[in-house]
């Protein structure tokens, strides 16, 4: 194989001025996903930094990098992170409540959008559980919420929603240990 004479044809010199706005592009992407509050904000933010990375990586001459980032870096990654998100961003309580469950549309549950509400700043969706076992805690009559975990109530309780709940006859209360 010849390898071509001309220096200049392995400079950068010419595609410098593209390169730069591009390459400016990446930290930028990448310190507004960091401070993003709400999670579901950083998935498109991801989806364009995956992108510009890969049209970096394509005029930098690197194809082979440039198709790994978009299909792993960008594509993979993204889909992973929306099914990460959705899973864990879900506080779930068995709902030991004794009149008959509502279905999860009912505007009528005052309990259940009191709590909707309380977890709204949270960015975490509510799902009342009948009938099993949930991890995080339950509901019971008189607006009664016990949860399992001492950081996650003390983290409820620190939202302004706690107040509103209390105001409403609610109550906080971590789970008692059993004794082993």
Do not use: C
Request: hydrophobic share 40%.
């Amino acid at each position: 194989m010849v390898m071509p004479s001309d220096p200049s044809l392995f400079s950068l010199n010419s595609s410098l001025a593209l390169l730069l706005p591009i390459s400016a592009l990446l930290p930028l992407v990448a310190v507004l996903m960091v401070s993003q509050n709400n999670p579901y904000q950083t998935l498109p933010l991801r989806g364009v930094f995956g992108s510009v990375a890969t049209l970096l990586y394509g005029l930098l001459g690197a194809p082979d990098v440039a198709l790994t980032e978009a299909l792993v870096g960008t594509l993979l990654s993204t889909t992973l992170y929306v099914i990460a998100l959705r899973s864990s961003m879900t506080l779930r309580l068995e709902d030991r409540r004794s009149r008959p469950p509502h279905s999860a549309g009912d505007v009528e549950d005052p309990e259940r959008n009191a709590l909707s509400s309380w977890l709204k700043p949270l960015h975490l969706r509510l799902q009342l559980v009948r009938g099993g076992q949930a991890p995080h805690g339950w509901l019971e009559d008189e607006r009664q919420l016990v949860i399992h975990h001492a950081h996650l109530e003390r983290h409820l309780s620190r939202q302004s929603g706690h107040q509103l709940w209390l105001k409403q006859g609610g109550s906080l209360r971590l789970q008692e240990q059993e004794p082993q």
